[in-house]
């Protein structure tokens, strides 16, 4: 699928590696104007030295943030308006995976941590970016999710929850800022090959092979998504062309989840 960004100002949070970087590569090889952000300096311009080594005139540019710190925010967005002299019309809401906790060996500080994390920080960052998008009359916001928001894993409680929250977020603010052209959905991310979840089975090489092999092999397309194929529907949400998908929550699995709705 071509697609062309060109005009457009996007901004993918937590984007230096994984799936958030692929995002904010491909925008940008296709014309837009991107913001990557994350925790690290050094993460961020290996990221955005790779990006342009691809593509020499690309326009990108690092912000930190710790999604984490809420007061972060609020800056990421004056920080990231101020910079290009523009609204930003594409908001890929990306964030870190949570802690692997089952539900009793939860604590206080974990749920906090989670609740800013992943659930507040998209909240927040989303009001952030529409009033901008609302005097455009355009705008894009996509929230990145998993399957566990459908179907709860038992050791990942802190994803299972935030994740439902983000998508029930979205939908309640699609009710409300539909009329202005803008559009939120969610994706509920299925296994994508990345460095999360090579670190979510180990640090051994061969247990991350037979291991990877096990989970393909419970995948009905018998293998675990490239981040490039994973990321085809985020573009495509991105894009002027998927301007009547509004509120929905899409699941990108390779048919994993035993659902059909
Ligand atoms: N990969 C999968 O199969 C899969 C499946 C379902 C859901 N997901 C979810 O999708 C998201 C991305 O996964 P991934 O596989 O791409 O992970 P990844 O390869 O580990 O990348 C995570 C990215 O998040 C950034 N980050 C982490 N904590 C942050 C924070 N507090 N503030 C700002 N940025 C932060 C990291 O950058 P710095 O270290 O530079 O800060 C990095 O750029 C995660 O939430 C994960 O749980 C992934």
Same mark, same amino acid.
């Given at each position: 699928?071509?697609?062309?960004?060109?005009? +457009?100002?996007?901004?993918?949070?937590?984007?230096?590696?994984?799936?958030?970087?692929?995002?904010? +590569?491909?925008?940008?090889?296709?014309?837009?104007?991107?913001?990557?952000?994350?925790?690290?300096?050094?993460?961020?311009?290996?990221?955005?030295?790779?990006?342009? +080594?691809?593509?020499?005139?690309?326009?990108?540019?690092? &912000?930190?943030?710790?999604?984490?710190?809420?007061?972060?925010?609020?800056?990421?967005?004056?920080?990231?308006?101020?910079?290009?002299?523009?609204?930003?019309?594409?908001?890929?809401?990306?964030?870190?995976?949570?802690?692997?906790?089952?539900?009793?060996?939860?604590?206080?500080?974990?749920?906090? &941590?989670?609740?800013?994390?992943?659930?507040?920080?998209?909240?927040?960052?989303?009001?952030?970016?529409?009033?901008?998008?609302?005097?455009?009359?355009?705008?894009?916001?996509?929230?990145?999710?998993?399957?566990?928001?459908?179907?709860?894993?038992?050791?990942?409680?802190?994803?299972?929850?935030?994740?439902?929250?983000?998508?029930?977020?979205?939908?309640?603010?699609?009710?409300?800022?539909?009329?202005?052209?803008?559009?939120?959905?969610?994706?509920?991310?299925?296994?994508?090959?990345?460095?999360?979840?090579?670190?979510?089975?180990?640090?051994?090489?061969?247990?991350?092979?037979?291991?990877?092999?096990?989970?393909?092999?419970?995948?009905?397309?018998?293998?675990?998504?490239?981040?490039?194929? &994973?990321?085809?529907?985020?573009?495509?949400?991105?894009?002027?062309?998927?301007?009547?998908?509004?509120?929905?929550?899409?699941?990108?699995?390779?048919?994993?989840?035993?659902?059909? &709705?």
């Amino acid at each position: 699928m071509k697609f062309n960004f060109r005009n +457009k100002l996007a901004l993918v949070t937590a984007s230096s590696k994984g799936i958030g970087y692929e995002i904010a +590569k491909q925008l940008a090889l296709n014309g837009a104007k991107v913001a990557i952000s994350s925790r690290s300096k050094k993460n961020l311009v290996a990221a955005r030295n790779k990006i342009l +080594k691809e593509k020499k005139n690309v326009d990108c540019r690092y &912000f930190l943030c710790d999604l984490s710190k809420l007061n972060q925010i609020d800056a990421l967005q004056k920080k990231v308006t101020k910079s290009f002299k523009s609204n930003i019309d594409i908001l890929v809401n990306n964030s870190g995976g949570p802690k692997v906790l089952t539900a009793t060996k939860t604590k206080l500080k974990d749920w906090s &941590f989670a609740l800013n994390n992943n659930l507040l920080s998209s909240i927040l960052m989303s009001q952030k970016v529409i009033p901008g998008m609302k005097k455009n009359k355009w705008g894009r916001i996509i929230n990145l999710t998993s399957t566990t928001a459908k179907e709860p894993s038992p050791s990942l409680v802190l994803s299972n929850v935030t994740r439902a929250g983000v998508i029930s977020f979205g939908k309640s603010l699609s009710y409300e800022i539909g009329m202005y052209g803008i559009t939120v959905n969610s994706i509920l991310t299925g296994g994508v090959l990345t460095d999360r979840i090579k670190s979510l089975i180990g640090k051994d090489k061969k247990k991350i092979s037979r291991t990877l092999k096990k989970i393909a092999n419970n995948i009905p397309v018998k293998r675990v998504a490239n981040p490039d194929e &994973f990321i085809q529907i985020v573009l495509f949400l991105c894009s002027e062309n998927s301007s009547y998908i509004n509120g929905s929550a899409i699941t990108v699995d390779g048919g994993v989840s035993k659902s059909i &709705f």
